[in-house]
């Protein structure tokens, strides 16, 4: 069966066999041989229901009939808007999109992918990591690029994704970009854990910055933003403040060269150590000092994220004295007070 060949319902019903979220229509499979009812080219409507949150699962599985429910604060696959935050739900975040148009337009999984050409990392169609991928359908953009992003054509704040289809996806110890392509809305950041793509770039500056960006430049109308969150780094607030899913995501950003472009280099390293000081998970912690590894000559074997509560002890206080050298020492007092209002519910990230 070639995907190629198929309508976009049909086609993309191949790829989210395996790449979204759905809960298996128990009445569709046979109760003897368990087989999978799905066959490429069918309508996976049949054999599984799609969820859109895990309370929706939960009710899936319940054997209640499928309605959209809302995230719950601490859902482990979508963020508090409905976008998804793990991998595998890459079908979910495409469909969220209007470039999907509920599948009835030409967007599919094969718009940007080939099984079967391009390099095997990311098995993607050849040049679809430049804003190729979006010039397909949105074409005037090209002669207007500068003007639309308001960044030198040259700088990674002109690649498309990078406003468009940010890092927002956590899994397999790293992060992700979001297949929900949208508009970067200060509202979809507020209250829903969700990191902002100006912010995730822009490590230094406030959503208060951003939002005041956005008015400027494409008259984007202000929400209404807490004191902490129009005047301290965005970065900072959530790495305090924030629950592990929206740390992880943060500290992921920390070693992104585009990130380090926009934010340079001079005040990371002391925050990084006082944040590796207090985090409990240890993936925020391999995230965190991976960034200090590509910020800094700092080497594997300085920290072990792993270590015991002693070892890690030690490394960072050596580590902090060098850095504290390089960096403009941060204002530990404006730190403590943010940990101190640190909420740090257990999370759980489903893939
Ligand atoms: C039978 C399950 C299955 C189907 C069907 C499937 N995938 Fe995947 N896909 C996977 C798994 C599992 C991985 C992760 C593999 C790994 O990292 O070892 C993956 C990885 C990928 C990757 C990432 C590769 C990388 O370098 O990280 C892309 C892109 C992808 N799939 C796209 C698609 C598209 C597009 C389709 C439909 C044409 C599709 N997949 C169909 C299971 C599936
Ligand atoms: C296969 C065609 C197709 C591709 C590829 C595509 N888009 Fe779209 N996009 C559309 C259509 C159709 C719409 C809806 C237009 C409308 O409603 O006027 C849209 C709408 C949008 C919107 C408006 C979103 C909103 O919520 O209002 C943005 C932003 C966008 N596209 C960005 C991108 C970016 C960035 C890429 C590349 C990563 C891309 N698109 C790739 C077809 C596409
Ligand atoms: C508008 C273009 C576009 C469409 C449509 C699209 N993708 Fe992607 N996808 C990308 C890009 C670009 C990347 C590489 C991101 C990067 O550079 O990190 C990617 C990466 C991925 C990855 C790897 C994620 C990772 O970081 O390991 C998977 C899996 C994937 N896509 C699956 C899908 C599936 C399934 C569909 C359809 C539901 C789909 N994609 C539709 C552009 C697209
Ligand atoms: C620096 C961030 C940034 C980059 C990079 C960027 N955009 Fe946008 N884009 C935005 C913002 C912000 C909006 C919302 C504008 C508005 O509300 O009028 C937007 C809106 C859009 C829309 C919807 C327009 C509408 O009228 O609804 C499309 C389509 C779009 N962008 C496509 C693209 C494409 C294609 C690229 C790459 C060639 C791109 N964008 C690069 C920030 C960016
Ligand atoms: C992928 C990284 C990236 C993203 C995303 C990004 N920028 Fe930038 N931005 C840069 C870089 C790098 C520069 C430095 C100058 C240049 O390259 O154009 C810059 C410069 C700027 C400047 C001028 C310098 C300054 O610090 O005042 C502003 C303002 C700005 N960006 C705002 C935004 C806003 C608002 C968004 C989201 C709509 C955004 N940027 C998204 C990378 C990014």
Redesign the pocket.
Known sequence: MN?ARLSVER??A??????ASHVPNADAWDRETVTDPFN?GGDLRRAATMFWSEAEQKALYRGKSPRRMQPEPLDGRFWGDGTPLT??L?YQGMALSACYEDGHGRMK??SC???HQGK?????RDGMETNAACYQCHETYRDTLAAHTHHSAESPGSLCTNCHMPYQVYS?LTTHRTHRISVPRVKDSVGTGKPHACNLCHLDKSLGWTQDKLGVWYGHAPEPLSEEEKKDPSALLHLGQSDARTRVVVAGAFSWPPAREASGTGWQGPLLVRVLEKERYPAVRYLGFRGLRFLYDVEPADYDYLGSPAKRTTQLDALRRRLDERCRPYPPAALDSLFLKRKDPDVIINE
């Open positions: 995907p086609a993309d191949i790829c989210a066999h395996c790449h490429a991998t595998a890459e999984c094969i992918h080939s099984m095997p990392n990311f098995q993607l397999l």
